[in-house]
């Protein structure tokens, strides 16, 4: 896979200086996209926060999050031999109830370079000025962190540790939690495969086993608000030399797992809370049903150890996490629940 500008300079900041200096002298962004690392993401797969630097107009950002032009930006950071790199990008609001609600909305990253990779990448940032909030933000991204645990066919997230700065002195939000999203041509071109159009996909082309293991990932996390007919946070991908098409799914701040007071269940599915839980795969043998809940139990003690593990978690989060998740273990381990929730419960959403 080719090295994108972006996420070479990701892989730069794994070996960082703890701090910026601003008496560091500034290397050229074009110096920067050639230092060798063609595989960056792959580099990237920790939970050590990368510390960056957002310099750009967020008055203007904020004010006129519902307008998608672009405005100029610069991303900084400070390589391991202390040198401090810029680059001028470009960035915009994004999204649709993060766009208009939050207090600070996830933004799109337009790079200029287009023979670099990928013209652009999501940044998820912090809904609200709050600590609660900001734990939200790792509970979305430790959700991807999880699903990475189950499948290479996924996207990849990190960490970032982002401190914003205004170029009129104020108006920029507090320095907080980011993460940054792989881009859904480089998820597929890494897993052989090309993004397809979302208009004509039906439940007959999709590669089954990877299907179901998605709807019993979005079971675990609780999450409802995805619809394959219409491509709303699913992304597909067709396999080289193949009939199989993948689905990967992202955005799962709705999901019970992150469980965000803005967050309500889809009204046509009738649950009394975003936490409860409604299965969403298709009809499949009770042979094949069983090897992927084998699959997910195998990563039982994996998944909630990560969790367990997970250094930025605070208390609530983490009992949060591990009750949840057991909640869908013990779904798993019991024949009776297995059936009620997921075995007898396929086919169940409503006709788009």
Known sequence: M?????????????????????????????????AAFSAAFDMLEQDRPLQMTMETDFRHLKFKRKVKDYQPARLSYVDAQGVRHELEVEVTARGKMRRNTCEFPPLKIKFSNKDLGPKTLKLVSICK?????????????????????????????????????DVNGKG????????????????AERNQGKILEQNNISHRMLNTD??????????????????????????????????????????????????????????????????DRYYQGFSRSEEMTMQTARLFLDKKQEIIQYCEDFPYFDKRSRKH????????????????????????????????
């Open 2 to 34: 080719k090295c994108t500008i972006f996420l070479t300079i990701l892989a730069w900041l794994l070996f960082q200086a703890p701090v910026f200096q601003q008496t560091t002298p500034v290397v050229s962004s074009e110096a920067t996209s050639k």
């Open 129 to 165: 000025k709050s600590g609660s909030y900001e734990q939200l933000l790792l509970r979305e991204y430790v959700a991807y962190r999880l699903y990475n645990l189950l499948t290479h066919q996924s996207m990849k997230v990190q960490l970032v540790k982002m401190n914003y700065v």
């Open 172 to 187: 920029a939000p507090d320095a907080s939690f980011a993460f940054i999203i792989e881009h859904h041509d480089e998820m």
């Open 210 to 275: 990877e299907y179901e293991r998605m709807c019993f990932f979005q079971f675990m996390i609780g999450n409802t608000d995805w619809l394959v007919y219409s491509g709303h946070n699913i992304k597909v991908y067709g396999i080289e030399n193949t009939t199989n098409v993948i689905c990967v799914p992202y955005d799962f701040d709705y999901s019970g797992f992150v469980n965000a007071p803005y967050a309500v269940p889809d009204e046509r599915l009738k649950l009394p809370d975003v936490t």
């Open 321 to 352: 996490a591990r009750k949840y998740l057991h909640s869908f273990f013990d779904i798993l381990e019991d024949e009776k629940k297995l059936k009620g929730w997921i075995l007898n419960h396929c086919d169940k959403w409503p006709n788009p």
